[in-house]
């Protein structure tokens, strides 16, 4: 309890600072705020689209890859001559 004390006391100094700031400071604080707020979200939307573009990319690489693995379990199955009798006993 008296860490949370100190730690509401230390929290509330720079409120004090800020209430005696000129209107012109607080107005370079808020504006200063909105423009990070808008290069986060404009970072974000950069985020997204890289992410969604690399989950095209990771999405053909798998389609790829399940019809290179189709192909060979074609052949095979055409190819080998023992092909069991289709019952996972241990017997083929």
Do not use: H, W, Y
């Amino acid at each position: 309890m008296r860490k949370f004390l100190i730690f509401t006391a230390l929290a509330a100094v720079p409120l004090f600072g800020v209430a005696a700031c000129s209107e012109e400071t607080q107005q370079n604080a808020a504006t200063t705020a909105e423009r990070a707020a808008a290069d986060t979200r404009d970072n974000a939307e950069v985020v997204e689209d890289t992410l969604r573009e690399g989950a095209i990319v990771a999405s053909d690489k798998v389609a790829e890859g399940a019809a290179d693995l189709r192909g060979e379990l074609v052949e095979d199955e055409q190819t080998d001559p023992n092909q069991g009798d289709g019952k996972l006993d241990g017997t083929d």
